[in-house]
């Protein structure tokens, strides 16, 4: 089973930010948390992953509650490309990739 | 960065026969490559591990003598669906990450879209 929760969907508007949450709150101390998108018909992509601090790349940034049972993945200027299945997944390194069912997330114009 | 590439894209075949799809790490060596299987609408779910030169460890309730994995090298492994049926018919994507880069996760493939007729 996932160990993470995610809202089923949520919509944001172009050039927007789009924050999308994430619980995990039975995280435990050795395990990362990593952000893929998976663009419709297409492999998943990698975004974004950390442990405790905040984490910040071209793509995304990745913010992490203090005590570690939540995160929200930050898209500063949302793109309709952007339009995707967003997964939160908690894992080990080089630990197996198990999805959840991830938050549809639609760009609208 | 790292690319993985899957091959084919999308194939069709007729119920009874077998499929091949290959997965290969273009500009770098991956021990482990992982297969999924997606239905339409739901998440991915992961089929098996794969290990360069020993067995494929399966997950549970996936038929290993249905579902054929060979990793014969660092950077190819095979996928082949024997006697599929359209119940086979699924997204089969694959990924693997490059050695020592293991805690940025892993590259996936672009899928391959098997339909069984």
């Known amino acids: 089973d996932a160990k993470t929760t995610q809202p089923p969907s949520m919509d944001c508007a172009e050039g927007r930010a789009a924050n999308l949450p994430c619980n995990h709150s039975t995280i435990s101390g050795n395990e990362y948390v990593y952000w893929y998108r998976q663009i419709h018909s297409q492999g998943p992509q990698y975004i974004i992953h950390g442990l405790k601090n905040n984490e910040t790349n071209e793509m995304a940034s990745l913010i992490i509650t203090e005590d570690r049972k939540s995160s929200t993945l930050i898209l500063p200027h949302a793109t309709l490309r952007d339009t995707a299945v967003y997964y939160c997944i908690v894992r080990v390194e080089s630990e197996k990739l198990v999805f959840g069912k991830g938050t549809k997330l639609t760009v609208n114009p | 960065g790292a690319v993985v590439s899957q091959h084919p894209s999308w194939v069709i075949c007729k119920s009874g026969t077998s499929v091949k799809i290959e997965c290969r790490s273009l500009?770098?060596?991956?021990?482990?490559m992982f297969w999924y299987r997606q239905f339409p609408k739901q998440s991915l779910m992961l089929m098996a591990t794969s290990n360069e030169g020993s067995k494929a460890t399966y997950e549970q309730g996936v038929e290993k003598d249905k579902f054929l994995i060979n990793h014969a090298s660092l950077t190819l492994s095979t996928l082949t669906v024997t006697s599929a049926h359209p119940e086979d018919s699924s997204f089969y994507i694959c990924?693997?990450?490059?050695?020592?880069?293991?805690?940025?996760?892993?590259?996936f493939g672009s899928g391959t879209r098997l339909t069984v007729v």
């Open positions: 990924s693997a990450a490059a050695l020592g880069t293991l805690s940025y996760g892993y590259t």
């Open positions: 500009d770098f060596q991956a021990t482990t």
